[in-house]
């Protein structure tokens, strides 16, 4: 039975895609992964297409891009054929959302050093808890300490909510990786980007990657 990892944040440009590429390809070596694009402009379709077509083929994900009335169902399926399933999903609260939160054993929320964006995350933890789904957020883009950062951090402990020890830095690696269908794991293993990635698949699995 697969480990469901659904990334969800209401907020666009926030890092949703990016994460679930980078936590599917970090973890594509190892296990059966399958990635699950319920966002309707798939970006993650594009990045897996590039991966695709690659003169030399990097660790397999299988992409699916269900969504709708057959996402429970298209999940289910997945579990049992997969060992980790990444939802990356759209930036609003719609019903394929909510699906993708529902189905999760774990929903990811990324969020910049900003209030709206911590403000747009919040609404996502509150959808994560109405469904009773365990959440995690990360700081992305966020620089080593500022003000901003600090504030965020205040802010989220007063939500009674935990930051992940591990946070990704602003990094040109992330968006190269991307553009060749990779993770940056693959891309540039000894970059920053990473070392940062490598923590969080630690913390996410319980495992060094
Ligand atoms: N840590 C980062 N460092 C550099 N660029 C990033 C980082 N995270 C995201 N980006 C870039 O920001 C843009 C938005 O990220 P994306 O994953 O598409 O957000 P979302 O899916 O939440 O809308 C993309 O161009 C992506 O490459
Ligand atoms: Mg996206």
């Given amino acids: 039975m697969a480990v469901v990892i ?10 949703k895609t990016m994460l679930a590429a980078n ?6 070596a190892t296990r059966r992964v399958a990635v699950l694009d319920i966002d309707p402009q798939h970006s993650l379709r594009r990045w897996h297409h590039i991966r695709d077509a690659r003169p030399v083929a990097p660790p397999a994900i299988a992409f699916f891009d269900v969504s709708g009335w057959r996402l429970t169902a298209e999940l289910a399926r997945l579990r049992s054929q997969f060992d980790v399933v990444v939802i990356d999903s759209p930036p609003q609260l719609d019903t394929d959302a909510r699906l993708g939160i ?3 054993d774990l929903v990811l929320i990324p969020l910049q050093p900003s209030p709206p964006d911590l403000w747009a995350a919040l609404g996502t933890v509150k959808l994560a808890g109405a469904e009773r789904r365990p959440v995690k957020l990360i700081l992305n883009r966020t620089p080593a300490a500022s003000k901003l950062r ?11 909510l935990a930051l992940m020890a591990a946070t990704l830095g602003n990094r040109a690696a992330f968006a190269n990786a991307f553009a060749v269908g990779l993770g940056v794991t693959e891309a540039s293993p000894k970059s920053l980007a990473a070392a940062e990635m ?3 698949i630690a913390e996410i699995t319980g495992e060094t990657a």
């Fill in 6 to 15: 659904t990334v969800a944040q209401q907020k666009g440009g926030a890092g």
């Fill in 23 to 28: 936590i599917a390809a970090a973890l594509a």
């Fill in 102 to 104: 529902r189905g999760a």
């Fill in 150 to 160: 600090s504030a965020v951090e205040a802010a989220v402990a007063a939500e009674g």
């Fill in 198 to 200: 490598r923590a969080i």
